[in-house]
C-alpha cells in the first residue's frame, strides 16, 4: 500500500461480485478490457467553495485490455479524505453505460460496502470488475465490439457528513482488443470448419464448438449407414459457423456448404434442437450434392426422414420422438386442409405454427415425411439404400428433366425399379397425376 501526506493507507478488499442484469443480454466472450478510469464526483450535495477539502477517489490500473475468454480484471480503488472528519462509506450501487450509445441498463444494487476513510486518510478497497459472458456475446452479435466502448459505474454512497459529500462515482471502460470478429478456419474430421475467433479463442465458447464437432463428426458415418452413399471422401465438408443469428442451413452457393448459427451452437440447457437439425441439414448436403435439383418434396421431406435416424442412432431418442411426433402433425394438416401441393414446383406458405413460415417449412415437409415412412413400411428396411445405389450407378440426373412433373415420373420410376409393390398406384393415391 502507499501513504499520502503522512496518512495511514488503510486496505479493504471484497470477493468479486458479478455485476450483471438479464435485461443486459450482451456476451463476454473474447476480447479485452480496455481502459479503467475513475473519477470522484460529488453527485447530489452541493458543490464546495475552491480548496474546501472533499473525498477523492482513483483506481490502479487505469488502462486494461480484456483478452479472450478473461471476464474480468481486478481494480485497486483509493479513497483520500482531505476533511477533518472520518467519511463512512455504506453501499454502493452499479450501472453500465455505452459509447455510443447502445443500451439502456437498470441501476443494480445496492451491495453492502463498509468502509471508514480517517481523517486525511486513505483507504484502498480492491473489488473484480466483472463483464456478463452474455454481455460481450451480445455485444459482438450487435455489431458494438470491436469499436464501442463498454462503461461500469459504481457510485459509492457516503454517509451524512458536515462537508456534503454524498457519492463518489468511479467509471471503468471496456473495450475490445482481438479480433474476435475475423474468421478462422481449421480441418476437423470428416469438417473443413471455418469459425468466428470469437468461438475458437475463449475456452467456453470452445467447449461448446466442440460439443457440436463431436456430434457432426459421429453423424456421417451413421448417415452413410441410412443412405448407402457418401459424398466424395476426398472432400471435407464445409462447416461454417460464423454468425450469431440465423437458423442452420445448407447452401450448395458459392459451393456446398453447411452454416449453423452460433445461438443453436451455444445453447448451454434445451439443446435437443442441434441434434435434430444437424443431421437434417447433413442429409441435404449428402443428397443434394449427389442429386442436385430433385422434385420439390424430394428435399425437405427425406432430410428430415433420414436425418432423423441419425439423430434416433447417436443416441437422442427424445429429440427424434419430437422431430417425428411433430412432422406426423403438419401431414394431417395437410390431409385435413386437401392440400394438392405436394408435388408442384412451388409450394404455399403456411397459415399455422411451423418452424419458418415459408415454402419449405408448409405442411406438404411434413407430408413428404409422411411418403418416406410408408415408402420404407411397404418396401422394406433396405428399401431407400437399393434405391440410392441404383440413382447412383445409373447416374439419374434431375437437372435434365424439362420440368417438376419429369422430375417426379423420374424419382417413382426409380422408386419402382427396386421393389414389386406399386408405386405408381401408390403416388397416384398420394396426389401424383
Known amino acids: 500500500m502507499f ?20 435485461s443486459m443480454r450482451l456476451a463476454y466472450r473474447y476480447g479485452p478490457l480496455a481502459a479503467i478510469t475513475f473519477t470522484a464526483l460529488l453527485a447530489h450535495g452541493a458543490e464546495p467553495l475552491a480548496g474546501t477539502p472533499s473525498l477523492k477517489l482513483s483506481v490502479a490500473p487505469d488502462a486494461v485490455a480484456l483478452k479472450a475468454g478473461q471476464h474480468s480484471v481486478k481494480v485497486v480503488y483509493t479513497f483520500t479524505n482531505g ?9 454502493r450501487y452499479a450501472h453500465f453505460e455505452c459509447i455510443p450509445p447502445w443500451l439502456t441498463a437498470p441501476v443494480m444494487g445496492p451491495f453492502p460496502t463498509s468502509l471508514d476513510i480517517p481523517a486525511r486518510g486513505v ?30 459505474a459504481q457510485s459509492f454512497s457516503v454517509v451524512a457528513n458536515e462537508y456534503g459529500v454524498t457519492d ?21 474430421g470428416y469438417y473443413d470448419v471455418t469459425a468466428l475467433k470469437a468461438f475458437i479463442d475463449d475456452p467456453d465458447e470452445r467447449a461448446l464448438l466442440m460439443r457440436l464437432l463431436d456430434f457432426a463428426e459421429r453423424a456421417p458415418a451413421a448417415l452413410s449407414n441410412v443412405l ?8 471435407k465438408i464445409p462447416l461454417f459457423i460464423n454468425s450469431f443469428e440465423g437458423v442452420c442451413h445448407y447452401n450448395p452457393n458459392p459451393e456446398p456448404h453447411i452454416s449453423m448459427p452460433w445461438w443453436m451452437v451455444g445453447q448451454k440447457g434445451g439443446i435437443g434442437g442441434l441434434f435434430a437439425v444437424y443431421p437434417h441439414e447433413l442429409a441435404h448436403y449428402f443428397l443434394m450434392t449427389r442429386f442436385p435439383s430433385p422434385p420439390k418434396w424430394f428435399i425437405e421431406g427425406p432430410a428430415s426422414f433420414f436425418g432423423n435416424k441419425v439423430t434416433r442412432a447417436l443416441g437422442h431418442e427424445p429429440s427424434a420422438v419430437y422431430q417425428h411426433q411433430k412432422l406426423l402433425g ?44 410408408e415408402l420404407e413400411q411397404l418396401c422394406g428396411e433396405d428399401f431407400f439404400r437399393k434405391v440410392f445405389h441404383h440413382m447412383d450407378k445409373t447416374s439419374l440426373d434431375f437437372t435434365k428433366a424439362p420440368g417438376e412433373h419429369e422430375k417426379n415420373r423420374l424419382l417413382i420410376e426409380a422408386f419402382q425399379s427396386q421393389t414389386r ?4 398406384k401408390f403416388f397416384a393415391e398420394k396426389g401424383f397425376k
Request: net charge negative; proline share 7%.
Open 123 to 152: 483507504v484502498c478497497w480492491s473489488n473484480d470488475a466483472y463483464v456478463e459472458p452474455l454481455m460481450t456475446r451480445q455485444a459482438l452479435k450487435d455489431g458494438f465490439w470491436p469499436t464501442g466502448k463498454l462503461v461500469l
Open 330 to 373: 403438419f401431414a394431417q394438416k395437410y390431409i385435413h386442409d386437401h392440400c394438392t401441393y405436394c408435388f408442384d414446383a412451388r409450394w404455399p406458405e403456411d397459415t399455422g405454427e411451423n418452424d419458418n413460415p415459408d415454402d419449405i417449412h408448409s405442411y406438404g415437409y411434413g407430408y413428404a415425411y409422411q411418403i418416406c415412412l
Open 421 to 424: 409393390q406399386n408405386l405408381r
Open 168 to 188: 463518489v462515482t468511479a467509471k471503468v471502460t471496456f473495450g475490445l482488443g482481438y479480433p474476435a470478429l475475423d474468421l478462422t478456419n481449421f480441418p476437423a
Open 228 to 235: 448407402g452413399i457418401c459424398p466424395d471422401p476426398r472432400k
Open 83 to 91: 476533511t477533518a472528519t472520518t467519511m463512512k462509506i455504506k453501499e
Open 3 to 22: 501513504n499520502i501526506s503522512g496518512a495511514p493507507c488503510l486496505s479493504a478488499s471484497v470477493g468479486h461480485e458479478r455485476l450483471s442484469s438479464k
